[in-house]
């Protein structure tokens, strides 16, 4: 490495340590290179420019920020968690099978874990300590936990920003993430159900059969988002983008017109919510851009490609490394910055290696999603904890048999490629 690129990431790392917001963090680090390098900082608002020119993708991003935050305000959420329970709520374990129903739900509307955490968390933790069957620690790491789903099953966000550094289809690493997100709710269920049974959690008052009906219906305009999406995606019909904004828009009738939960004041502080999220995403956003070609200037990726190809390594060790490193540097940086900065120094390693992108991108995305509930930076813990009022210690003492779930189903996935890629496949990718 160059003295130019070793200050940049020793900068990174001391401004990043001290407290100060990663996406400041990254773009001093990269002014500091481009002023010791001779380069100029014209070079960075070049960079800057053409990333987001070219990134017509990144105005998903933002759209989808805005459909959950008015899925949140509207009286949506409470409705699909009156289908949950009436659905899931009779079984060993029933509230807990609600939480994590509720968020395989919901993922297909936000497209974002702190969304899904936020939009239903603090009501599904109320209804379950109020029920006295479980403890607050369990209620908030369950819901911490199930959270995690929320960008795998489509739309999400994560998937979109690896796109936009990948250049892979976002259609297809969409239809990828349908199977994985059954499989992370699945091995939840089931570690719920466990957990209950040995614990002995009472059961839960069951909603009458004659009631399903009447609370499908009531939920029912809010189940039909995610079946609008994907058929408008898949269709031909819309572009990943433009679907962002049919969300974004089905969102706002659903709750202003539909249900009439939603008020011009409402609305009014839903956009500027969602502006102050989109801009410190999108703050990350560019600091990774003009990073990413510093370390591409640097010829890392392609020396790291060659250094492995040369060792003749076999891809699936190579895939169980990278996926090790994902999960430490989850205990300490966010999704989005493993997104941005550190997934693309492995992406020419992949070609080289045969590894399917797609396949990789999902597998990616739901390790980045595990750290988020990996002690001690887990964003979502810190998240319940927040909206719950409950001490960060009694979720962390209750996460693990759920983050161990959450493991299981990621080896799963890098073991058998065909998890992920089997719906691609069936219409028309040919990775």
Not at 354 to 380: C, E, K, Q, R
Request: hydrophobic share 55%.
């Amino acid at each position: 490495m160059t003295l130019e690129f070793i200050l940049c990431i020793s900068t990174l790392v001391l401004f990043a340590g001290i407290g100060t917001p990663i996406g400041l963090s990254i773009l001093i680090a990269v002014s500091v290179y481009l002023l010791v390098s001779g380069a100029g900082m014209g070079v960075a608002g070049k960079v800057l420019m053409d990333g987001l020119y070219q990134g017509f993708v990144l105005l998903a991003v933002p759209l989808f920020i805005v459909a959950a935050n008015i899925m949140n305000a509207g009286s949506i959420s409470d409705r699909l968690l009156a289908f949950c329970v009436a659905l899931v709520g009779r079984f060993r374990g029933g509230m807990g099978h609600v939480n994590i129903v509720a968020s395989l739900i919901f993922s297909g509307m936000s497209g974002s874990a702190v969304a899904d955490a936020a939009g239903i968390g603090k009501i599904i933790i109320q209804m379950m300590t109020k029920s006295g069957h479980y403890t607050r620690g369990y209620a908030a790491a369950i819901t911490a936990a199930s959270a995690t789903i929320g960008p795998i099953i489509p739309p999400s966000i994560p998937m979109v920003l690896y796109a936009l550094v990948s250049n892979t289809s976002i259609g297809y690493l969409f239809l990828g993430g349908i199977v994985p997100g059954l499989i992370m709710g699945g091995v939840l269920m089931l570690m719920n159900w466990y957990l209950s049974k040995r614990r002995g959690f009472a059961f839960e008052e069951p909603t009458p059969l004659r009631e399903l009906p009447a609370k499908t219906f009531n939920a029912f305009p809010a189940l039909l988002m995610p079946a609008i999406l994907l058929y408008g995606i898949y269709g031909g019909v819309t572009t990943p983008t433009e679907a962002a904004a049919v969300a974004a828009l089905y969102a706002l009738v659903l709750a202003g017109l539909f249900y009439r939960t939603l008020t011009f004041k409402s609305l009014l502080n839903i956009l500027v919510d969602s502006a102050r999220s989109s801009a410190a995403v999108g703050l990350v956003i560019g600091g990774a851009l003009i990073l990413n070609y510093v370390v591409a200037s640097e010829n890392i990726p392609t020396l790291l490609a060659q250094h492995l190809v040369g060792l003749d390594i076999d891809p699936l060790l190579f895939l169980l490394s990278v996926n090790l490193l994902l999960l430490l540097l989850g205990c300490v940086l966010d999704a989005t910055t493993i997104i941005l900065v550190i997934i693309p120094l492995f992406i020419p390693a992949c070609r080289e290696l045969g590894i399917d992108l797609v396949h990789f991108g999902v597998v990616a995305v739901v390790n980045s999603m595990i750290g988020l509930i990996t002690p001690p930076y887990g964003v979502l813990l810190f998240v319940i904890s927040a909206v719950s009022r409950i001490p960060l210690s009694e979720i962390i003492a209750e996460v693990w048999p759920f983050l161990c779930a959450l493991l299981f189903a990621l080896l799963c996935m890098v073991l058998w490629p065909e998890l992920v890629l089997t719906l691609p496949r069936l219409l028309g990718y040919a990775g």
